[in-house]
């Protein structure tokens, strides 16, 4: 026992001596020669000084004056570094600390409001008082103040309501009629050339969501083929740009100013709110929409277009009471009218935001990287079509021209053999919208399987970026004779195209 008692201590202060022998060396040590240095600048200046004449003295305390400038100079750049970077990050931090500050004061503005109108209806309750009964030219005095552009939409269709009188060249027409019409409009009085699949894509999308995002590169007409949309419908569209600030739906939607007693009305309001009194086709750009996360200023029409029940379609405008909103904003709502499409552009580079699954599985997706070739075509004139004689055209697709039992039973192995493979699932949405545009792509004058294939490229293969590709390559070659195997040999030429292209990432 005494050997290893003493073998403990031993090897406890040899642990602990050479832990004070290391922050010796690491500390003191680059010190130890400080003193022996000067002691030799000491004895060089000994040795040369007493030869130094008048001249070389005065050459000494010059050197001497700038070797001191130069230590000052550098212990002062220092200085200034330090300082710049602690006030740099200060006024950061505090910078952040007054957007913060700002917005929970917002928020607290809102609810204050809230909470003052509940108050001044309760009042007006004790005494009796109904609110919505009170003086009409109050009413839209108040109104005419603070919503002055959606106040002025009331009067002009109150006066004029909107009416369409379809010249009998317009009446009868087809899908398929439309969108071989559009192709000469297009080409003949605006220069712009589309081949009749894209086109036949973009009407079949139009009957299938009220929500559509054209990506490809610059100079493809991504925001060019909505416009010419608005032109053939004779009914203009409302182009949105999207900023990049945008984090919530005020910046698009607008808010109410406490100071100013007035509704900040955007474009936008403006678009959504005059379509309800139209009828007939209405389409707003969201231009570069992902400039900004697209979940943030959108996320309540996302949400909205998913129900079921049109008439639910509602979405908040304002807290200001009843009497001082315009006619068609009911308890701070605003319904959102079918005969409006939201159509958004969108580039894929450094300066946007990747679009995530929940935006893509909401919209139908075109993707534009072709120029489109030019052709020689008739002056063709745009058509005047209500909105619910185009809906009847898209009821009656579903009708006439509904997906195969044969191609949807194919369709359905695709799904099982992506979700086993690549675990990917299709779910319930996008069964759905495969139904519809399938119908709607025929009716339009397309192929059954064309109309499979996009939506196969746009929903289910869109997603497979998420993956490790470079490490997928066989999975992606039997995808390839998959689809070759339940729906013939190029077939999906779309699918098979994208396939190819993930197949030189994983090379």
């Known amino acids: 026992m005494t050997a290893f008692f003493s073998y403990i201590r031993e090897l406890f202060e040899a642990i602990f001596r050479n832990i004070w022998q290391f922050i010796v060396t690491l500390f003191a040590r680059p010190w130890i020669g400080a ?7 000491s004895l060089i200046f000994e040795t040369y000084n007493p030869q130094f004449r008048v001249g070389g003295w005065i050459f000494f305390v010059i050197f001497i004056l700038i070797v001191i400038a130069f230590l000052a100079g550098v212990g002062y750049g220092v200085y200034y570094l330090v300082r710049k970077f ?15 500050e700002n917005q929970r004061l917002n928020k607290e503005l809102l609810f204050a409001i809230q909470e003052k109108n509940e108050i001044l209806k309760l009042k007006a309750e004790t005494f009796g008082v109904d609110l919505a009964e009170g003086d009409q030219d109050t009413a839209n005095r108040k109104a005419q103040e603070a919503f002055p552009r959606l106040t002025e939409i009331d009067t002009l269709y109150q006066e004029t309501p909107h009416e369409i009188n379809i010249p009998a060249s317009d009446v009868g027409l087809s899908l398929d009629q439309l969108v071989k019409r559009y192709q000469r409009f297009a080409a003949s009085q605006l220069g712009l050339y589309y081949d009749i699949q894209t086109i ?15 990506e490809g590169v610059s100079g ?4 060019s083929f909505p416009y010419s949309l608005g032109k053939f419908f004779k009914r203009d569209v409302t182009v949105c740009s999207v900023q990049p600030s945008w984090r919530e739906r005020t910046e698009m939607m607008g808010y109410f100013n406490e100071f100013t007693k007035k509704f900040n009305e955007t474009e936008f309001l403006c678009a959504i709110y005059e379509s309800t009194y139209r009828k007939d086709v209405n389409i707003v750009i969201l231009d570069e929409m992902n400039l900004a996360r697209i979940e943030y200023y959108f996320a309540d029409f996302l949400s909205i277009m998913e129900m079921p029940v049109v008439e639910e379609w509602r979405v908040e405008v304002t807290r200001t009471p009843d009497n001082m909103n315009p006619k068609r904003i009911e308890e701070g709502k605003l319904l959102i009218n079918q005969n409006l499409w939201f159509i958004g552009t969108a580039n894929n580079d450094d300066s946007t935001f ?3 699954d929940k935006v893509y599985d909401r919209a139908i997706t075109l993707t534009l990287n072709d120029k489109g070739e030019q052709f020689d075509a008739e002056y063709t004139e745009g058509v005047f079509i209500p909105y619910d004689n185009l809906a009847l055209l898209y009821q009656q697709a579903q009708t006439n021209y509904p997906i195969s039992k ?13 979700a086993t493979q690549f675990r990917i699932g299709f779910g319930n949405r996008i069964m759905k919208q495969l139904k519809i545009f399938v119908a709607n792509y025929v009716a339009c004058g397309g192929k059954e399987l064309e109309a499979v294939d996009f939506i196969f490229a746009s929903k289910i293969l869109k997603k497979f970026t998420a993956l490790n590709l470079p490490f997928m390559r066989d999975e992606l070659n039997a995808l390839h004779s998959e689809l070759d195997k339940l729906f013939g040999k190029g077939v999906f030429a779309q699918s098979q195209r994208l396939i190819k292209d993930y197949l030189k990432v994983s090379g």
Not at 86 to 100: A, F, G, M, S
Not at 200 to 214: D, E, P, Q, V
């Open 220 to 223: 493809t007409g991504k925001t």
């Open 354 to 356: 990747k679009i995530t």
């Open 406 to 418: 044969t191609t949807l039973a194919k369709f359905e192995k695709l799904d099982e053999y992506v």
């Open 35 to 41: 003193a022996s240095d000067f002691q030799e600048y």
């Open 200 to 214: 036949r894509t973009m009407f079949a999308a139009l009957g299938t969501s009220k929500f559509i995002i054209l």
């Open 86 to 100: 602690v006030v740099y990050h200060h006024h950061t931090v505090t910078k952040e600390r007054l957007i913060e």
